[in-house]
């Protein structure tokens, strides 16, 4: 007989607070297509692989913007420049239809909803989703990339925080159209 498990179960607010003290980049992460246009602040967001480029979402399925996403099949990851904070409280906090009201928003080559001043957005499809607890896990396949410079913003302690970039980053290069390999400027 191999070992038995022992120790105690782990209660969710004890979690929650240890989960609490892991600083994140801040991303919106955006969607639009049939399922409606649709957004929420994300820090549950993951680079995955680079061949091809690869990023995983973490999406709650009681979240507001969750049908969206479910019937689009598509998404952007916005991430938050150190001065958008605004949007990152937007986006967690106003209705669903008032989210875009916020901020600048260009089409991105894919169709998704880009922010302008961000410091990298990824568009792409969403290949895989896997349940887990109480959130899809969703896995993108990245097909354009845009973005700019600047301070970046995390969330840690249950507050945001600027972190200063060491040195300018140039810009990646915007596709010309969406299918075609992303920048290697941000790899």
């Known amino acids: 007989m191999g070992p038995r498990n022992t120790l105690p179960a782990i209660d969710g607010a004890a979690y929650r607070e240890a989960m609490a003290r892991l600083a994140g980049a801040v991303h919106l992460v955006t969607t639009d297509g049939p399922g409606g246009r ?17 990023l995983l979402v973490c999406i709650n ?38 989210r875009f009201g916020v901020g600048t928003w260009e089409t991105g080559l894919g169709g998704g909803p880009l922010l302008r001043g961000a410091l990298a957005a990824f568009e792409g499809r969403i290949v895989h989703r896997v349940p887990a607890g109480t959130h899809d896990v969703l896995f993108c396949e ?7 410079g600047g301070d970046a913003l995390v969330y840690g302690f249950r507050r945001y925080h600027a972190v200063q970039a ?15 390999a992303p920048s290697p400027a941000l790899l």
């Not at 649709?38 to 690869?54: E, K, L, R």
């Not at 598509?74 to 239809?97: I, K, S, Y």
């Open 61 to 98: 399925r009681g979240a507001s913007a969750y049908p969206a996403f479910q019937a689009n099949g598509r998404l952007c990851v916005n991430l938050l420049a150190a001065d958008q904070r605004h949007l990152a409280d937007a986006f967690g906090r106003r209705p669903l239809e008032e």
């Open 142 to 148: 990245v097909d354009a990339l845009a973005g700019g």
């Open 38 to 54: 649709a957004g929420f602040t994300a820090t549950a967001v993951c680079s995955v692989s680079d061949a091809p480029p690869t």
């Open 166 to 180: 060491e040195a300018p980053i140039a810009e990646p290069r915007r596709p010309e159209r969406a299918l075609r």
